[in-house]
C-alpha cells in the first residue's frame, strides 16, 4: 500500500513539473501577446484538495503563491506549507466568522465582497496589530448563487473599505460565469479592468490597484490579454480534483 501511494506520488511530482511548463508557457505567450512581461503576472497556484506533498513539490519548482479556498482545509495544512518563498493567499468565499483565523497566517484575502467583512478584518488586524492586504471580489455577472459585490455597489465598497483602519485595498477579484462563451467572457473581463482603471485613476487613500486577479484553468490565457495580472490555476496544474 504504501509502495502504491509512494509511485502515485512520484507520478503527481512528474505532472506537475510538466504541468508547470505548459503553464507558464502559456503565460509568457499571452503576456507577450498584451503588450507585458511576463514577470508583470502572477501565477498562483490554486491548492484546493491538493496534498501538501504535492503543494510543496509545486514551491520547491519556483511556485510562489498558492491560494486556498476553504478555511478549514488551509487550517488543517497550514503547519505543512512550506512557505518560506511561497505567499499564502485565501480565495474562497469568507464568512465573517471564520476570519480569526486567516488574519495573521495569509498573505491576502481575495475574496472581500462586503463591508461587514471588511470591518471584521480590519477590527482583527488592529487588535494584532498588523495590516491585512484584500482585493475587492466583483460578482461580475451578476449571479445570484455567487459572492461578490454587484458592480453597481462597488464604489461605495471601495471607498468605505478603503477608510477602514488595519487593511489596505490591493486590487479586484473575480470569476466570471463558468462556462460562458468565450466572447462572453472576454466581455467580463474587460469590464473588470475597466473597473480596475478607473479606482486606479482616482489615486484613493489607502487603495493601490496593484492586482487584478481573474481567469482559472480554463480561461487564465485569455484573463491576461484582457489585463489579469494575477490568474489562479488548479486543475491545469494538479490535475482533476479529488473530493474523495
Known sequence: MTEKLSSE????????????????????????????????????????????????????????????????????????????NCELHFIGHLQTNKVKYL?????????????????????????????????IEVNIGQEA?????????????????AALPGI??????AIPPAGAPEKETMNYFSQMHQYFIDIKSKKIDNVSMDFLSMGMSADYYQAILAGANLVRVGSALFGPRNYH
Open 103 to 135: 488574519v495573521g497566517q495569509v498573505s491576502m484575502i481575495q475574496s472581500v465582497d462586503q463591508m461587514k467583512l471588511a470591518k471584521e478584518i480590519s477590527r482583527l488586524s488592529e487588535k494584532k496589530n498588523l495590516s491585512t492586504d484584500i482585493l
Open 168 to 173: 489596505r485595498i490591493r486590487g479586484l477579484m
Open 145 to 161: 448563487n455567487k459572492s461578490g459585490v454587484l458592480p453597481q455597489n462597488l464604489y461605495e465598497l471601495v471607498d468605505a473599505a
Open 9 to 84: 506520488l512520484e507520478q503527481r511530482f512528474l505532472d506537475v513539473e510538466e504541468n508547470l511548463k505548459v503553464v507558464r508557457g502559456r503565460i509568457e505567450e499571452a503576456a507577450v501577446q498584451s503588450g507585458k512581461s511576463p514577470k508583470e503576472i502572477t501565477l498562483l497556484a490554486a491548492t484546493k484538495t491538493v496534498p501538501v506533498e504535492v503543494i510543496n513539490r509545486g514551491i520547491a519548482l519556483g511556485i510562489d503563491h498558492i491560494g486556498e479556498n476553504r478555511v478549514q482545509e488551509l487550517r488543517d495544512k497550514y503547519t505543512s506549507y512550506d512557505l518560506s
